[in-house]
């Protein structure tokens, strides 16, 4: 690397920057071809003026989104899941989605292992259907004992991707309720900003709204929706529509109460027909399966008494206090217990065991899905069709390889360009 003066082609004597230049020559680059860099000053000018001049050399091409990485990747100096981990580090928000990308390196490391066992399982059956005089059930004993194994791992990394899934699209909250017991406020509160209209008028939010807050390293979306009641407004029932749409896609499911007035016993039951009708189940099945919090409101309005009475009360209903929450929005500290029960329910959903590998791209979660359902597929034809068995067990290596890198099929690298850097050009 050396300091340097950068002149325009047509004019020798036109100084356009005074930069660093390096010379990188192949095959030990990012793409393994010759290269040259150049560090200029970063203003727009200065970048226009010698982008301008390249233009005018021989040969000269612009590179395209993905140019670099495409390049890279045809000359094996990155593999099929390192070209997704790159695209899922640059665009990475948060600290856990940003450790996420860097594990996915390490995609092979886990999954090729796995294929390899299972081409050598393959191999011992298929050796059984040929020579089938020659070869013990000791060893069919075997390729059953390993493929359970293989199964088992296969099922905990389909546990960790859920958790993996949820770290790279984030986690959604939404807050549901009746009207007026202040949904609005509480979004504002958490974003730090008036993003909801406030009115003491019932029915002000007639859509959603959303905002992302960053909880434990994990990108979270907060829904506000429209408030949950009978009435003959078109365009309130759509938006009550939209709300239960929202309830049903959100991981943790908020109802908001209105402490104040005495009245919280009949809100509280009215909330609990709100999540059995959203839900279409009952209760108890509801807090089981979705993270469900109670969140009463207007907690500055009401004695300490009252609160005691309704976490008594709450209690002798068979609730915990970790799903009982109380919140004041116009107190400094009204959303603190709010926002570390919030965190909690995101820690729970998104950390694992330790330093696990977590898959979380879409593609690969289907492609595990499958490897699954192949190898209980060969469990189910092993006794009567072991050549069916053996494709079996042949399909679900094929999947691993696919996830792990080692198949690299035609539409996964049509996309690899895309994938690369879709939404952003290389300089």
């Known amino acids: 690397m050396f300091f340097t003066k950068l002149y325009s082609v047509d004019d020798k004597y036109d100084v356009l920057d005074h930069a660093m230049a390096v010379w990188l020559p192949g095959p030990h680059t990012f793409t393994g071809e010759d290269t040259v860099e150049f560090f200029l000053h970063g203003s727009r000018a200065v970048v226009d003026a010698v982008s301008k001049n390249l233009s005018k050399l021989e040969n000269f091409e612009n590179a395209k989104p993905g140019e670099f ?15 997704e981990s790159l695209h899922d580090l640059i665009f990475s928000e948060t600290e856990s989605q940003r450790k996420l990308a860097l594990k996915q390196y390490e995609n092979g490391k886990y999954m090729e292992p796995i294929r390899k066992e299972l081409i050598d399982l393959i191999s011992i059956l298929e050796a059984c259907i040929d020579f089938s005089e020659d070869v013990e059930n000791q060893d069919l004993g075997n390729v059953k004992s390993s493929a359970e194994n293989i199964l088992r791992e296969l099922k905990k990394f389909q546990r960790g991707a859920k958790r993996g899934s949820l770290i790279r699209e984030g986690v959604r909250i939404s807050l549901i309720g009746k009207t007026n017991v202040g949904k609005s406020s509480l979004m504002n509160r958490l974003a730090e900003k008036d993003i909801a209209i406030v009115s ?22 907060i829904t506000d929706t429209a408030g949950i009641r009978e009435t003959s407004d078109v365009l309130e029932k759509e938006g009550i529509n939209r709300s239960i749409m929202k309830a049903k896609e959100a991981q943790v499911v908020v109802t908001v109460l209105d402490a104040t007035g005495g009245l919280w016993d009949s809100e509280f039951k009215n909330s609990e027909k709100i999540l059995e009708e959203i839900f279409k189940e009952d209760l108890e099945r509801i807090l089981e399966e979705k993270e469900i919090i109670f969140c009463f409101n207007k907690v500055d309005l009401i004695s300490d008494t009252q609160k005691n009475n309704i976490l008594k009360n709450l209690e002798n209903r068979g609730f915990k206090n970790k799903k009982v929450v109380f919140t004041s929005t116009v107190e400094e500290d009204g959303l603190t217990d709010f926002l570390n029960v919030l965190k909690s329910k995101v820690k729970d959903l998104c950390s694992g065991e330790g330093n696990e590998f977590l898959l979380s791209r879409q593609r690969h979660i289907i492609l595990l ?4 359902g192949e190898l209980e597929f060969f469990f189910e034809s092993l006794d009567f069709d072991k050549a069916l068995a053996a494709q079996h067990l042949r ?3 094929d999947c691993i390889g696919e996830i792990s890198g080692a198949i690299v099929n035609e539409h996964v690298l049509d996309r690899i360009v895309p994938i690369a850097l879709e939404r952003s050009q290389e300089p």
């Open 369 to 372: 899905d499958e490897a699954v």
């Open 395 to 397: 399909n679900c290596a």
């Open 69 to 83: 990485t495409k390049r890279s990747f045809f000359n094996g100096k990155l593999n099929q899941y390192e070209v």
């Open 200 to 221: 003491n008028i019932s029915g002000t939010t007639r859509d959603f709204l959303e905002t992302k807050l960053d909880l434990e390293s994990v990108p979270v979306y």
